[in-house]
T-cell receptor
Framework: DAGVIQSPRHEVTEMGQEVTLRCKPI?????LFWYRQTMMRGLELLIY????????DSGMPEDRFSAKMPNASFSTLKIQPSEPRDSAVYFC???????????FGQGTRLTVV | DAKTTQPTSMDCAEGRAANLPCNHS???????VYWYRQIHSQGPQYIIH???NNETNEMASLIITEDRKSSTLILPHATLRDTAVYYC?????????????FGKGTLLTVNP
């Protein structure tokens, strides 16, 4: 099992550009989570899905952020337009039924200049 | 979900047991206690969880007080690789509501 796979691992972009982060959850898992981590705010839950349906997106900071899960094996987090304050490490995690144990990817380090 | 309180940081000597406390005085009857850790630059890693009985696995032991208002994570023989931020999370796990949220955690430093 390759675990949760995120891409890219690092992304540097200019302010105003669109950024798309990608996540492939562990096969068979039906929960998927997106987190953002900064020194100032710690690890924040942005949104999570159950069976490809968004359950809670109250952590999404602004309308510039959107997340989709078109199928059980793929999810995206998009920022449009990006701003320097979006610079952070973004983690994706997945979990099986009952969501007892979540497995995290290695994260995408986003830098917006 | 119930709020948790953890010390900001702790130190432990290599080879000794590390005991990490967590207070969750407002925990309700159907909420579980979860522990995760995050080693520098990596994603968080699940360690253990429990409801009211003590639990043990290959990584750690979880001791929950009888009134469930606090718990202790025990790493029996800490190594340098156990240096990490440890998060105690209290959460109801049921239905499709599973809002796994992290606080500030405890930075455990294992010293040689």
């Amino acid at each position: 099992d390759a675990g949760v796979i995120q891409s890219p691992r690092h992304e540097v972009t200019e302010m105003g550009q669109e950024v798309t982060l990608r996540c492939k959850p562990i096969s068979g898992h039906d929960y998927l989570f997106w987190y953002r981590q900064t020194m100032m705010r710690g690890l924040e839950l942005l949104i999570y899905f159950n069976n490809n349906v968004p359950i809670d997106d109250s952590g999404m900071p602004e309308d510039r952020f959107s997340a989709k899960m078109p199928n059980a094996s793929f999810s995206t987090l998009k920022i449009q337009p990006s701003e320097p304050r979006d610079s952070a490490v973004y983690f994706c995690a997945s979990s099986g039924q009952g969501a007892v144990k979540a497995f995290f990817g290695q994260g995408t380090r986003l830098t917006v200049v | 979900d119930a709020k948790t309180t953890q010390p900001t940081s702790m130190d432990c000597a290599e080879g000794r047991a590390a005991n990490l406390p967590c207070n969750h005085s407002t925990i309700s009857g159907n909420e579980y206690v979860y522990w995760y850790r995050q080693i520098h630059s990596q994603g968080p890693q699940y360690i253990i969880h429990g409801l009211k009985n003590n639990e043990t696995n290959e990584m750690a032991s979880l001791i929950i007080t009888e009134d469930r208002k606090s718990s202790t994570l025990i790493l029996p023989h800490a190594t340098l690789r156990d240096t990490a931020v440890y998060y105690c999370i209290v959460m109801y796990s049921g239905g499709s509501n599973y809002k796994l949220t992290f606080g500030k955690g405890t930075l455990l430093t294992v010293n040689p």
